[in-house]
């Protein structure tokens, strides 16, 4: 069994070349706590579909394992980043909903503030201290990624 923190991807020369033996690679490390984190279900089942693809390669492979370790490494790697960036899209996303929504709450609220002339600078102001900015620092780190 190999042990390697989450997604060492500097693996030199030929390491493995005198591990017939080697069957399993275990990564440690903070990389379960972010798949886990990952928000769509597809993604996580990918991304554990992928961790645990070397498992089940590993032991057919006859000589030296070492390119096919370093290969699953950066195929797992780059998979990971791919997800990382979309759901930080995401977030982006739902942020600006939110604060779309405290904003519209807010007017809706203040029905009887005038929108035709003049009016924009107190639609402005009410965007500003819809409280927006307290909500999502709030609901932020429940939608972060753990890593």
């Known amino acids: 069994m190999l042990l ?11 390491v493995f070349a005198c591990c017939s033996k080697l069957t399993t690679v275990d990564l440690v490390g903070g990389i ?8 769509l279900e597809i993604w996580r089942s990918e991304m554990t ?3 645990n693809r070397m498992n089940q390669t590993l032991p057919t492979i006859t000589g030296d394992k070492t390119q096919a370790i370093r290969q699953w490494m950066g195929s797992a ?3 990971l980043d791919h997800y990382k960036t979309e759901h930080h899209k995401l977030v982006k996303e739902a942020t600006t909903l939110l604060e ?11 029905e009887g503030v005038e929108v035709e002339t003049g009016g924009q600078r107190e639609r402005q102001e009410l965007r500003v201290t819809s409280g927006a900015n307290i909500v999502i620092n709030s609901v932020l780190p429940f939608l972060q990624l753990m890593e």
């Open 77 to 79: 790697s780059h998979l």
């Open 4 to 14: 390697t923190p989450t997604l060492c991807t500097s693996l030199r020369g030929n």
């Open 49 to 51: 579909d992928e961790i």
């Open 100 to 110: 779309l929504a405290l904003w519209k709450t807010k007017l809706d609220d203040n």
């Open 32 to 39: 379960h706590n972010t798949v886990a984190s990952l928000h």
